[in-house]
């Protein structure tokens, strides 16, 4: 499996940007897929899930209410749509397959397979 994640830039705050990920693959619509950050300095941090089939979705409270997660299974493809981006959203964002179908507060040591980040800065 192979995810490639793409869409990030620099940008103003308030702006909004689309990350796409990208699977290789058949079997992608039974894995949920998760979306993490990692900042300078700082851990790998839960962003956002959705379960294999869509629909189901989790967030982190830093986010909640600006981004929103999505999928296209025909697609093979999961989003992160960020609106509202703050300052404190700059990281390397990263996108990764989970070994179960369910979305939730996914723990970075429990994905299986991970994208190479791209970087979303964002300027006050």
């Known amino acids: 499996v192979q995810l490639q994640a793409s869409g990030g830039g620099l940008v103003q705050a308030g702006d909004s940007l689309r990350l796409s990920c990208a699977a290789s693959?058949?079997?992608?619509?039974?894995?949920?897929m998760g979306w993490f950050r990692q900042a300078p300095g700082k851990e790998r941090e839960f962003v956002s899930s959705?379960?294999?089939?869509?629909?189901?979705?989790y967030y982190a409270e830093s986010v909640k209410g600006r981004f929103t997660i999505s999928r296209d299974n025909a697609k093979n493809t999961v989003y992160l749509q960020m609106n509202s981006l703050r300052p404190e959203d700059t990281a390397v964002y990263y996108c990764?397959?989970?070994?179960?179908?369910?979305?939730?507060?996914?723990?970075?040591?429990?994905?299986?397979?991970w994208g190479r980040g791209t970087q979303v800065t964002v300027s006050s």
């Open positions: 990764a397959r989970s070994p179960q179908y369910y979305s939730g507060n996914y723990s970075p040591s429990r994905m299986d397979y």
């Open positions: 693959g058949r079997t992608f619509s039974s894995y949920g």
């Open positions: 959705i379960r294999g089939s869509g629909g189901a979705t």
